[in-house]
């Protein structure tokens, strides 16, 4: 069932931005499989997020990919965790998420539009 429409208005206020993993932990808290990941967003700083990305990623192959973020929700608690952004990827109906990612590296801190 599709979405409610937005407007252009609303779309601008989701600030959607590229970053570089550079710290992957385990996140054995968390009730579905997840990761602690460290994300540099360049100039808009470094932010920690959790991401349910087990399925398809190995902790070790995550330091250094690039993907995608919305950066200006208000921080979450997630467990035992404080999650300061949203990794975006594309989910499955059985949960599996496969990262969303620029078509080549970019520099960190990109706003997507």
Do not use: H
Request: hydrophobic share 40%.
């Amino acid at each position: 069932m599709p979405a409610e429409p937005i407007t252009w208005s609303d779309f601008e206020k989701v600030e959607i931005r590229t970053g570089t993993v550079i710290a992957v932990e385990p996140f054995p808290q968390a009730r579905k499989p997840a990761y602690k990941l460290t994300v540099d967003f360049g100039d808009s700083g470094i932010k920690r997020t959790s991401a349910q990305l087990t399925k398809l990623y190995e902790p070790a192959e995550l330091i250094g990919k690039q993907l995608v973020a919305v950066v200006n929700f208000p921080p979450k608690q997630i467990a035992t965790f404080m999650s300061e952004c949203l990794v975006l990827g594309a989910v499955a109906d059985d949960g599996t998420v496969t990262l969303l990612q620029t078509e080549r590296p970019t520099q960190n801190g990109l706003r997507i539009a």
